[in-house]
């Protein structure tokens, strides 16, 4: 009877970066479902078919690749192209333009890949506070142009006046808790991402109150 080769010893020999983000995806995969503190660098290895020194070789600690992994997440060229167009609308002076970007960029982004979401949300469970630095870090620029953008069409004229953090919060918290319902926690709607975002920016926008005037 022939012997069943070790995984570990028989996984095909990657090119640096190739293997590196081999070992960031399996580690997302793992930090997904199970959180930092729940993962160990012992059943990410098994799962990739390496060693875990292989894996130290590359990240000298568990931290490191789990910041490799949050970098993962933040770090793709739609991000950059997303905040272009955002841009873009703040240029033309386009709110509702802006508004319906932010709602269809977080939807997208849920349904394009929850992991990264759910390592965040084990992040703030497990009070990983070297985490939540590191996204507030990447995140809080972006929320501040926003809010400079809203402060600015306030000033004008154009929009209500009201705590530009809570507009841009309204935006994002609705998008981000219906993307969570759906993709996350298993809620169907009849309504497609186009009109949900039709209704969110109507909210923002208009409120829910009927005009009696």
């Not at 508004?99 to 890949?113: C, F, G, M, P, S």
């Not at 926003?146 to 929009?159: D, F, H, K, P």
């Not at 841009?168 to 993307?179: E, S």
Request: neutral net charge; charged residues 25%.
């Amino acid at each position: 009877m022939g012997s069943v080769s070790d995984p570990r010893t028989s996984a095909p020999r990657l090119h640096a970066s190739d293997r590196r983000r081999q070992l960031v995806e399996t580690a997302l995969d793992f930090f997904s479902r199970k959180g930092f503190s729940g993962t160990t660098t012992k059943e990410i290895a098994t799962a990739a078919g390496v060693t875990e020194a292989l894996i130290f070789r590359h990240f000298p600690t568990k931290q490191d690749l789990y910041n490799a992994v949050l970098d993962h997440h933040h770090d793709n060229g739609q991000l950059a192209e997303c905040i272009a167009q955002w841009k873009s609308c703040m240029d033309r002076n386009d709110d509702e333009g802006l508004i319906r970007a932010i709602v269809k960029r977080v939807i997208e982004d849920y349904r394009r890949d929850l992991r990264g979401h759910r390592v965040l949300l084990f992040a703030a469970l497990e009070g990983h506070e070297t985490a939540l630095e590191y996204n507030r870090q990447f995140s809080l620029p972006i929320f501040g142009l926003l809010c400079q953008y809203v402060t600015r069409r306030q000033s004008e004229g154009a929009l209500r006046g009201g705590d530009p953090g809570a507009i841009i919060g309204a935006a994002y918290g609705m998008a981000a808790q219906y993307a969570t319902m759906t993709q996350m926690f298993g809620f169907h709607t009849n309504v497609t991402d186009g009109q949900i975002a039709d209704s969110f920016v109507a909210i923002v926008m208009h409120g829910i109150q009927k005009d009696h005037t």
